[in-house]
Every structure is written in C-alpha cells, then in structure tokens.
C-alpha cells in the first residue's frame, strides 16, 4: 500500500491487533495524522478470501483527523461485521479509538470498546463498564482488544522498527515480531517485496503472521479458513500458504522432540489400577508392559516378567486408562504447536477431525504417525458443502453429482475414513455422496443440509447426526427461512427453553434413531451453559431452561440406548471433560461414560482392532491419572502421563512446552 502512513512505515512505534493481542497506535496515528487527508492509497481495498471465492472485503478510509477501517465477510450465519475508529485532534495527535459492530442495514452500532490517551494515562471502557485508566510510559503499547487485519499489519511494521522487534503491552507481557521470510515476486509489470512475520506474545506457542509489502502495509493475513488478501495478489496465495506451512511444520517437528520424555525400548507401568474399557471395570494393581508402540503384557505384577533395563513408572494408587477419543476436533495449523500438546495434556489420544484443510490435516496426520509432531493421532472425515453464499470454510464445493463423486474419490485416496455433509449442500446429491461413501467404505455424517430432516438425511444414508442442537431445529423446519435466514444454532437456542422433551415427537424421532442404529455426536458442551454462542447461536433468553432441556435429551439419548459421541467442536480439546461431565450429570455412571470416550469410539470408528483398550497386541495410547475418574469423571483433571503410540508424555512437561 502507498499514501499515508506508508512511507513511515520504517518508523512507526504503534499500532493494532485483533484477537488475543492488545496493542495501540497512538505514535502512528500521529503520523497518519500529520498526511495529507488527500492521500491516496494504491489498495484501500482488500477481500475476504474463503477458498478461493470472495467472503467479504475490508475497506479502508483515512481523512486529516479519522481513520475508518471495516472489516466485513460472511462466515456460514456468522462471521466477522467489525468497524474501528481512530479519532484524531487537530495537532495530529491521537484522542482516541474505539470498536463497533456493523449491523444488518450497513450502520455501525454502539461503541463496544473504547481507548483515549489523556497525557501519560489511557482510559479504557469495555460495553457498559466502568472507565478504567491505566498508566502508561514510553515503550507502553495500549490499544484496542479487537481489531482487523489491517491493524495486524500496523503491529507487524511497528515491532519491525523497535529495539529487538519486542514491544510490551500495557497489560503485561511482551509482543515481538520475527521475519520468517522475505521473498519478491512480479505483480502489475514490476516486482515487489513480500516478507512473512510472525508476531508472538509473551511466551505462547501462538503466532499470528501478516504478509507485509515494501511499504510495510498489508498483503495478506496467514494461513487460516478466511484469509483478508489484498487484491491484486490473490494469485500469490498458494506460493505465500506453502512457505508458512514449511516453517510451520518445522516449529512443530522442533518442538516435539522437546515435549517427549525418553524412555528405554520397553515401558514398564506398575502398581496401577487398570480401567478396562471392554468391561467397564476397575482392574487392581495390574502391570502394563510396552515395547515400541504396543503394548504386549497386562496382569497382576506376578504374572508379568519385566525386562532389564525398561523404564518403569510406579502408578500405584493412580488410573491406568486407554487414552481418550475427541470425536468432533477442527485441525488447524497450529495444531502441531501448542494445539496438539493441549490435546495430549487433556489425556486425548485420538482426534477424529470434522473440517479441515486437506493439505493441512494429511501432513499433521501422516508426521504425528511418523513419531514427527507431539499431538493425537488423527482420523479424517472429509468436508463437503454446497456453493451457496452461506457455504462453510472449505474447497469441496458440490455443485453437481460428478463433484460429488469426485470429492468423495479425492478423500478415500488420502485416507479419510468418513465424509461430513454440511448445510448447503443440495439435498438431491446425498444418495450419490452415501453411495460413493460405501463403495470406499467410509461413513457418512454431517449437518442436516436445509430443505430436509434429520429422518430424510438417516434415510438417504447418514450413520450418525453432528450437534443435538438439530433434534430441536428438525422440529421448526421454517424457523430456518422465516421471518429471516437463520442457522440450526439459533432455532435450537430459541426454542429449547420451552420444548418438551418428553413430547410424543420427540419419542418417535428417537425411535426412528435407535431402530437405524444411528449415532449422535451432540457437542453437549456448546449449547450447555450458552457456549451456543461460540456457533453464532447467540445466548439462550432463559439458558437455565435451555442446559435443563440438553440434560434431558442426554437421559433420553441414552436411555434409548442410542449411541452418544463424545466431541468438544474446538481444536485444543480443552472442554473434552466439560463434554464427559455433562454425561454424568444427566446420569450416566461414569465407568460409562469413560467408555464412551474410549472403547466405543474406536468401534465406531471400526478401530477397535488396535485402539480404544488396554490389551495385548493394541497400540500403547493410554493415560495415568492421579485419581478414579471411573468413580467421579472431574478426576479426569488430575492426568500425569499419556503415551501416544508409546511415546511418554509428562504433563507437566506439555503445559511447560506450551509457555516457552
């Protein structure tokens, strides 16, 4: 980008960040102020980019005492609708900023997030709560929680110019900057600059990175599902994605030969209380002895020979159990960095991915297999979606029955095990995607597309219903449409305080279920307790009734003996217990539920072969807890020591590794 600001690019101190950076601009809005309201720029424009089709755009307009930054895209119901303001005085100084939501006819809403420097001092306000003011000195960086891209890239040339690239927030903590690469290419007739930076705060695992140009302004955000890219390099994403995903892949092999504890060829567990999941019971002071990645002995001590020199791990009074399956996990880059040890540190072994990039989720797949990444093993089900405006975050369109069959082909070439449908995608192709499931013999799951039912989707082929939330909606068909287009989230947060559970509808859906054998993965920890808002469902008007209502469709789910998944939706794993104690609480015993986390997801999976128990000849994923969690499932907090395909895993090591 040219004009103002961008000439200054090499000394600007200031600047912004969206997500969980807080930054300021007070030093470069200064500057910004002192240009020529005049100022052209040569992209005040940039678009939202979902795959390769056009989400949203984010515009940019600076005048002598503002500047105005929209950030607009369409994410399925949701997505981003953000305007930040940046008020300038007429001596070029800074008086302020603040954040506001666009809204539906384009107006910008109240201020949700407020700043204004006042001589040494800045004064916060967050909505309707009180003004805070928080001292700030010389290297002090203030600023808006939120933000926009264009404001990442504020940051990226600020910490660029300061000593170190290190900058410290006026919360705490530091934010520094490192160029992971810097590169040319030719766009419009001449060549330019591109450089990769990749900001981290304090000691995170976490980066965020901004492609910047020669003037230190904006080319493109980093590697996620939307990606803000300025227009005219849009050819570039590709070339830009391949070396972020290099260095990326790179962080993550470094990083685990640091998160594994070494151990001999053999691993000797002692004294431990052996959870056997195919029986549901609480085996006493057995011994499990691993070589390599299975495990090839379980018994009491007496009937176990252990060899010379294996490693031994007293687990007496503790929980030896299988390690656990999250069955609803979103792979992303970052997963092979602080992501995965998260997993592996909530006791996760297995992470059935529900939506993800190919290429990103093949490569973490194939070297965690490989011993290369310190995270879960992964089983893939491929994303499919339609074309609609309210596609989700992915390449695989169907438009029609041979892209169908095509992306159904694609998957089973590269492993996946199951096909997700999503909510666009047009009714009349689901016989032939379950067709072409079953031929590669993998299963077929998703959303209920709009237009049908969850009866009609069972009926053309799906094993299994993703999100209880849909045995709400499936009830109020036209609450889809009317009075305006709204997501199966928000139907279900509306109507579960006052539904009846116990109804005769209800009754005869589950059991249509049961008699089909289908399964519900319900992510009963997003709508319990208003994490419905997390899926753009907004917050319950009585969520009291609404968590009672879940609770009840669990017991009545089980009851029926229609089998539960247990998955969390997120990508870290961190509410996989939240997820187990939602079942038992609605009382289901907990040598159950830990069933459910276990045994029955590796059947499911048709993975029962070699994971999902402690035996003989399965592959070593297991979990040592300081606790019983077949007695009470908040235990589950207490897990010292996983192994992964026999590699050891101290806890305490992942959560250190995640903080340094």
């Keep these: 980008m040219r004009g103002a600001g961008a000439d200054l690019a090499d000394t600007l101190p200031g600047g912004f960040m969206r997500r969980s950076l807080s930054v300021s601009a007070v030093i470069l809005l200064t500057a910004l102020a002192s240009a020529s309201a005049t100022a052209q720029t040569a992209a005040s424009s940039w678009i939202v980019d979902n795959h390769g089709r056009t989400a949203g755009t984010m515009e940019v307009r600076r005048t002598r005492d503002s500047m105005i930054v929209r950030h607009i895209y369409t994410d399925r119901n949701r997505g981003g609708r953000v305007e930040t303001r940046y008020a ?98 030719r766009t419009n007739g001449r060549v330019q600059r591109a450089r990769l930076v990749m900001m981290q ?24 599902w939307f990606i803000t890219v300025r227009r005219d390099v849009t050819a570039l994403l590709p070339v830009f994605r391949a070396i972020e995903l290099k260095w990326r892949a790179a962080q993550g092999e470094a990083l685990a030969k640091t998160a594994v504890t070494a151990t001999n060829t053999h691993i000797a567990i002692i004294n431990g209380d052996v959870f056997d999941s195919e029986a549901g019971v609480l085996r006493p002071a057995q011994t499990v002895l691993v070589r390599g990645d299975r495990i090839v ?27 656990m399956w999250d069955m609803h996990g979103h792979t992303q880059v970052g997963q092979q960095a602080g992501l995965g040890l998260t997993q592996l540190a909530n006791g996760l072994t297995t992470v059935r991915d529900m939506a993800a990039d190919m290429d990103v989720a093949v490569s973490i797949r194939d070297r965690e297999r490989a011993g290369k990444l310190a995270t879960p093993r992964l089983v893939l089900a491929g994303f499919i979606e339609g074309p609609l405006a309210w596609a989700g975050p992915t390449e695989a369109i169907a438009r029609d029955e ?33 067709a072409e499931a079953k031929k590669h013999g993998m299963l077929l799951s998703g959303h209920i ?24 909606s499936n009830f109020f068909p036209d609450s889809l449409y009317l009075p305006t287009m709204r997501a199966y989230s928000q139907v279900a947060t509306a109507v579960a305080p006052t539904f009846d559970v116990n109804s005769a509808g209800m009754t005869k859906l589950l059991d249509f279920l049961k008699a089909r054998g289908t399964a519900i ?122 192994l992964r395909a026999g590699r050891r895993y101290d806890v305490d090591t992942l959560r250190a590794r995640l903080n340094r």
Excluded: C
């Design 297 to 323: 002995a379980v018994g009491a001590a007496e009937t176990v020979t252990i060899p010379a020199g294996a490693t031994i791990i007293d687990a007496k009074g503790k929980t030896v159990m299988p390690g």
């Design 201 to 224: 705060r304090g000691t995170t695992r976490n980066h965020q990175g901004v492609w910047l140009d020669e003037k230190g302004e904006l080319l493109a955000t980093d590697v996620q």
């Design 449 to 472: 597309p709009r237009g049908i039912s969850i009866e009609a989707a069972v009926a053309l082929g799906y094993d299994e219903i993703q999100h209880a939330a849909f045995l709400f």
């Design 521 to 642: 993965d319900g992510t009963f920890n997003l709508w319990i307790g208003g994490g419905g808002a997390i899926v753009g469902a907004g917050g319950s008007t009585n969520q009291m009734k609404a968590d009672s209502a879940y609770m009840q469709l669990i017991r009545r789910l089980y009851a029926h003996g229609i089998p539960l998944i247990a998955g969390t939706d997120n990508s870290s794993g961190s509410t996989f217990r939240r997820e187990l104690e939602m079942y038992e609480m609605a009382g289901i015993p907990a040598p159950r539920v830990l069933q459910i986390a276990t045994i029955d997801a590796a059947r499911f999976m048709k993975d029962a072969a070699d994971y999902g128990s402690i035996s003989v000849g399965k592959v070593a994923d297991l979990i040592i807890v300081n606790g019983k969690p077949s007695e009470k499932i908040s235990e589950l907090a207490k897990i010292e020591t996983v």
């Design 88 to 185: 300038l005085g007429p001596d070029g100084g800074v008086r302020g900023g603040e954040q506001r939501a666009v809204l539906p006819d384009g107006s910008a809403g109240p201020a949700t997030e407020r700043f204004e420097v006042v001589g040494d001092s800045v004064r916060f306000s967050f909505g309707t709560a009180p003004t805070a003011t928080i001292a700030r000195t010389a290297s002090s960086i203030v600023g808006l929680r939120g933000g926009t891209p264009f404001e990442q890239a504020m940051v990226a040339r600020t910490l660029l110019a300061l000593p170190d690239r290190r900058g410290s927030m006026i919360a705490g903590g530091d934010l520094r900057a490192s160029i992971i690469a810097d590169t040319t290419f």
């Design 402 to 434: 041979a892209e169908a069959r095509a992306w159904v082909s694609k998957y089973a070439a590269n492993g996946y095990k199951q096909i997700k449908l999503y909510n666009v995608v047009h009714p009349d192709l689901i016989p032939t995607i379950a």
